[in-house]
């Protein structure tokens, strides 16, 4: 049986980076739905649970693979790459969990 993978992120910026930091990422992320072989759907933005608790974290993204293999092959893929190093610079504190 071939299951989808979530790959759930979470971001907490470094003070005083976000806005910069948003702006080239989220038109990126939301680009790989066409741009990388797998991904089946993009949600990305900020919180809008009324729990509180986001424990600090600014944004976030979810994106869906067809199956393990193509969350395997996008976190290499060109395309990714120079997201995740963008993500790496402006973050204070990032989580990946993938389901």
Do not use: N
């Amino acid at each position: 049986m071939v299951t989808a993978i979530s790959h759930v992120v979470l971001v907490s910026w470094k003070s005083g980076s976000q806005w910069v930091a948003e702006d080239s990422v989220r038109p990126a992320i939301r680009g790989f739905v066409d741009t990388i072989r797998g991904v089946r759907s993009v949600v990305e933005g900020h919180s809008s649970s009324t729990e509180g608790l986001v424990e600090g974290f600014d944004f976030g993204f979810v994106v869906t693979f067809a199956t393990a293999d193509d969350r395997d092959a996008y976190l290499d893929h060109p395309v990714h790459r120079p997201v995740a190093e963008a993500i790496r610079r402006a973050a204070e504190r990032v989580v990946v969990f993938d389901i």
